[in-house]
């Protein structure tokens, strides 16, 4: 495995590629990742990783000096994984001074994790349009990346810039990876305590309830939020959302074209789950 901390030097080891898989991270890997990068390695002849905690999709007061870094863990869950590249730069490598933004749209991007988190999906896109860019700079023959559903708006978003920017890169989006206990796995569940985890197991299993009432037959929105409200009484809700594949908030479920969205805090730790009907 080959570790690069700058765009030019990456650009010497993506000459001549046939099929790239990339899979863009913020680090403290966990098994999420891995079945992103095991579904990429599966899928295409080079595999290409980036570690970047990305400070412009942090917003003021946010976690970016505290969010869990694990440099040396990282590097060799992606050697044993396959990766050929794993990119890391620095941020002075990657951003410019007063440098040209993206606009996330306002419809999908300043709802939900973007209300509360204003700018977060600027951020992102601003990352993620140049991480494409220098991945694919060399022009593989094939350009591939990968997304966890777990961050469901992220993906949406994603899909959408690479629709209104004309990017050629086909997303492939992932299942959600879950413990055994059927909490999502994330790089924040390492502030929870073990009694916060547990606390936070309400989460997954108020959208199992949502689910398991979908099946019976049970689509108005309004009664599935009820339950799953008193499913998580014990934590503090910041939004229970039901929206279709394009982010329009429904009152009824559709199936095949529903997303139902849980953004939770259990006492510090802002945690967010989801499950496609
Ligand atoms: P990060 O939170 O590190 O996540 C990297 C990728 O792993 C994302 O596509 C995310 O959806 C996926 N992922 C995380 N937890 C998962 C789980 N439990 N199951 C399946 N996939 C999971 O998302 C980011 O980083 C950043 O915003 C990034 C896209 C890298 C831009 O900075």
């Known amino acids: 495995m080959i570790i690069v901390n700058s765009v030019e030097e990456l650009l010497k080891y993506t000459r001549d590629l046939d099929s790239v898989g990339f899979v863009p991270t913020m680090g403290a890997l966990h098994q999420g990742h891995l079945s992103l990068i095991k579904r990429a390695r599966d899928e295409n002849s080079t595999v290409i990783v980036s570690i970047f905690v990305n400070p412009t999709q942090f917003l003021e007061g946010e976690d970016l000096d505290k969010y869990p870094r694990k440099e040396l863990a990282d590097i060799e869950i992606c050697k ?32 939900l994790e973007g209300a509360k988190r204003a700018g977060h999906f600027n951020g992102v896109l601003q990352i993620v349009m140049k991480l494409f860019n220098i991945i694919s700079y060399n022009r593989p023959k094939k350009f591939r990346a990968y997304f966890g559903k777990k961050d469901a708006q992220q993906l949406i978003l994603i899909e959408q810039m690479v629709k209104d920017y004309f990017l050629n890169v086909e997303i492939i989006p992932c299942e959600i990876i879950r413990d055994s206990n059927g ?19 309400a989460i997954s299993r108020s959208l199992k309830r949502a689910s398991k009432l979908i099946m ?13 409200r008193e499913v998580m009484k014990s934590l503090d809700i910041e939004y229970i959302a039901f929206v279709d594949r394009n982010f329009k908030k429904q009152e009824r479920i559709e199936l095949k074209n529903s997303i139902i969205l849980v953004a939770c805090r259990v006492n510090n730790t802002r945690l967010i789950d989801n499950i496609w009907i």
């Open 183 to 201: 909490l999502a796995l994330s790089s924040r569940n390492a502030y929870l305590s073990k009694e916060e985890k547990e606390q936070a197991l």
């Open 80 to 111: 044993r994984a396959g990766v050929d590249i794993l990119f890391m730069p620095t941020v002075e490598s990657i951003y410019f001074k007063d440098e040209l933004r993206i606009e996330a749209p306002a419809i999908r991007g300043f709802i």
């Open 216 to 228: 019976q037959g049970v689509l108005d929105t309004k009664k599935i939020e009820k339950e799953m």
